[in-house]
């Protein structure tokens, strides 16, 4: 399986940053994975951003949720990332991974190579 980020490298402070990122190897309607997004702050830690799971449904980080849209494109096997609003704390490597869970623990299988997105005037 193989995911690839890609979308602009940066991005004006209230505007909307927008990702995508391309699946090869595995369809993103195949059961049980979910489809997410998680990004790296310079010299932070990783944060969680939210996914789209194989039936389509969504869920988000609750303090991006306000902001934050994902949707997916089977005909092309894409999912994407709409962030809206950013500042400059919102610059970060932006990762898409192929995740599953058990009921118990969440398991972040594959990793795209990230895209670092700045913010800035």
């Known amino acids: 399986v193989q995911l690839q980020e890609s979308g602009p490298g940066l991005v004006k402070p209230s505007q909307t940053l927008s990702l995508t990122c391309t699946v090869s190897g595995d369809s993103i309607t195949t059961k049980y994975y979910y489809w997410t997004w998680i990004r790296q702050p310079p010299g932070k830690g990783l944060e969680w951003i939210g996914y789209?799971?194989?039936?389509?449904?969504?869920y988000y980080n609750p303090s991006l949720e306000s902001r934050t849209s994902i949707s997916a494109d089977t005909s092309n096997n894409q999912f994407s990332l709409q962030l809206s609003s950013v500042t400059p704390e919102d610059t970060a490597v932006y990762y898409c991974v192929r995740s599953k869970e058990d009921g118990t623990y969440w398991y972040l299988e594959h990793w795209g190579q990230g895209t670092l997105v700045t913010v800035s005037s």
């Open positions: 789209i799971a194989y039936s389509g449904a969504t």
